[in-house]
């Protein structure tokens, strides 16, 4: 059974940092692309970094970049996202997730991401 596991989570102020990790088991995840993803309430699910396993590259919407940074830890199986300079805009519930997509062809489809965990909640007050 294929899990991911999200964990960091939390309330901060505006300004603040907030380090969010996923756990991966039951399988070994390389060269395929992973995700973390957002959903605010009352708004669509979206996309916030992707990364390239194995090869590194990463991706970032305008929205976060610069202040977001995904990153993989191959010996523990796990993908975190450092998010900094966090606004109030960045609260929702952020999600973990990992494709069937080969490293080449990352990109932000929600259709090939099969694997989600069940969420972590950041909220960033004024």
């Known amino acids: 059974l294929v899990q991911l596991v999200e964990s960091g989570g939390g309330s901060v102020q505006a300004g603040g940092s907030l380090r969010l990790s996923c756990a991966a088991s039951?399988?070994?995840?390389?060269?395929?692309?992973m995700g973390w993803f957002r959903q605010a309430a009352g708004k669509e699910r979206e996309g916030v970094a992707l990364?390239?396993?194995?090869?590194?590259?990463?991706y970032y919407p305008d929205s976060v970049k610069g202040r977001f940074t995904i990153s993989q830890d191959n010996a523990k199986n796990t993908v975190s996202l450092q998010m900094t300079s966090l606004k109030p805009e960045d609260t929702a519930m952020y999600y973990c997730?990992?494709?069937?997509?080969?490293?080449?062809?990352?990109?932000?489809?929600?259709?090939?991401?099969?694997?989600w965990g069940q969420g972590t909640q950041v909220t960033v007050s004024s």
């Open positions: 990364i390239a396993m194995g090869g590194g590259a990463t």
């Open positions: 039951g399988y070994t995840y390389t060269s395929v692309c």
């Open positions: 997730a990992a494709s069937s997509l080969p490293v080449r062809a990352c990109n932000w489809d929600e259709k090939w991401f099969n694997s």
